[in-house]
């Protein structure tokens, strides 16, 4: 039975990176009350169900919320990560949702917070320890859960599990590795590159740890995304690679050599050709270390773990008794079909920056505040949707590109970005352009090749995929 009912203007499902990302510009720009709901106890969305040791993969500096900083824009002088801007903790990242939350939304006076809960028949919210049901009467309900991320601890693995093996989500890694002499990770995106890591990092040989590989990805290269004013050029020089690479490659493979050549992107054996990509991102050392695991299984996907031996798609290994499975094998961010961000009442976020989830909440919140027509807010926020194989690296370049240009149409976007720090370019341009020769030359590169960039992608998408 539903009890009593509360007035809002945003009803926000869901409390993780993205959802927090907007109600954190809703804040700033507008004078709006808004309700977030999420099944989690504290706000954070995925974090909290992340494995112990994970890290950002991007720098803190432009992960999180506009108006708090996420971390100090530290240099890292040590391990994989060195020469590189800090990359937060998943206990930091949690720490910045948590404090945003009570030193900043609920002060104002204008966020109600409701953890442990979930939103039913379209606007109620239900207690998930009590079951009271809470009425909400939104001029806009937001759904920040269309990602639908999925990760190890909450997934089930699509394999079945003989009672005779041990085989544990990443979470559990940490606690039960010593009592292994080997080790299977089993999935080689994200969560497997950093199970492998984690493993050589803490003192397992190389030779007990076997990856199990179904698809080889393409990997983002880290030194292109460093947002201190020492990086600027190279960031610069990133998006002038990457349009170049289009203009001029010859087909589709030709791109993605290219993008090799320049160090965009990188693979892990340069003699196998990678079918995945998912937006991860390494640095050169961490790409060395995953390199010294010679023990690369590709035979396809799991079908079962048994006592003694792992069938595959393709063929099967031995196992046994002593050694750990790690499940890695979770989709992450599955690639969901965009919708309409603005569609009347309702407001989905979506990324509308490659890659980028809590710029593009924010930059969607933003727009909310400040823009009233929904056919002008819809033009401004184009969604693009993740990737899952290299040629949606393409597809995403094209609806960005498009994005890119319709922004340089309205003055208060350039200012918007220019002043975000989830936005580490153009917070730098306006400074930097025309007094770094370096970066300009870039720009200008970018510039001159950007045009005969969207003609090649459109030529290219045009052709039918590889099945």
């Not at 003989?162 to 994200?190: M, Q, W």
């Not at 499940?327 to 920056?353: E, H, Y």
Request: aromatic fraction near 8%; hydrophobic fraction near 40%; charge should be negative.
């Amino acid at each position: 039975m539903t009890g009593r009912t509360i007035a809002t203007d945003y009803l926000i499902m869901g409390g993780g990176a993205s959802g927090i990302a907007f109600a954190d510009s809703l804040l700033t720009d507008s004078d709006a009350t808004m309700v977030i709901v999420d099944r989690h106890h504290r706000p954070g969305g995925h974090w909290n169900d992340a494995y112990p040791f994970v890290r950002l993969h991007q720098p803190s500096s432009s992960y999180g919320v506009n108006s708090a900083p996420l971390g100090t824009g530290a240099i890292d002088e040590i391990g994989l990560n060195a020469g590189f801007e800090e990359l937060a903790s998943g206990q930091e990242v949690l720490s910045h949702y948590d404090r945003v939350m009570r030193q900043r939304f609920l002060p104002s006076g204008r966020v109600q917070w409701f953890p442990t809960s979930e939103v039913v028949e379209g606007n109620v919210i239900r207690s998930l320890l009590s079951g009271e049901r809470i009425r909400v009467d939104p001029a806009r309900f937001v759904d920040a859960t269309h990602s639908k991320m999925l990760v190890p601890s909450t997934t089930r693995p699509s394999y079945d599990v003989s009672p005779d093996a041990t085989c544990v989500p990443l979470n559990d890694l940490p606690r039960v590795a010593h009592h292994f002499d080997e080790y299977v990770v089993i999935g080689a995106g994200k969560t497997g590159m950093d199970a492998c890591i984690w493993l050589l990092e803490n003192g397992a040989d190389p030779a007990a740890i076997r990856w199990i590989m179904a698809r080889d990805s393409w990997v983002l290269n880290r030194a292109n995304f460093q947002p201190s004013d020492g990086g600027f050029a190279r960031m610069c020089r990133s998006i002038a690679d990457q349009v170049e690479a289009i203009a001029l490659a010859e087909s589709l493979d030709d791109v993605f050599a290219r993008l090799e050549a320049s160090g965009e992107l990188m693979r892990f054996d340069p003699t196998v050709e990678p079918e995945a990509y998912h937006c991860a991102i390494l640095s050169d050392g961490e790409m060395a270390e995953l390199r010294r695991i010679e023990g690369v299984v590709r035979l396809g996907r799991v079908t079962s773990i048994e006592a003694d031996r792992i069938e595959l798609d393709d063929g099967a290994i031995p196992t046994g008794p002593t050694t750990l499975h790690v499940d890695c094998s979770a989709a992450g961010i599955p690639t969901r079909p965009a919708t309409t961000v603005f569609d009347g009442d309702r407001i989905t976020l979506q990324w509308v920056r490659t890659c980028q989830p809590t710029f593009s909440a924010a930059m969607i919140g933003f727009v909310e505040a400040r823009f009233d027509d929904d056919a002008v807010k819809n033009r401004i926020c184009n969604p693009i949707v993740p990737p899952t194989v290299p040629r949606d690296w393409l597809r995403m370049m094209r609806v960005e590109l498009d994005n890119r240009n319709c922004w340089n149409d309205y003055p208060e976007i350039g200012d918007w970005m220019a002043a975000s720090r989830l936005d580490p370019f153009n917070k730098r341009a306006r400074t930097l352009l025309g007094v770094d020769a370096e970066a300009t030359e870039h720009v200008g590169r970018y510039l001159a090749n950007v045009v005969p960039a969207i003609a090649q992608l459109d030529r290219f998408l045009a052709q039918p995929a590889a099945t």
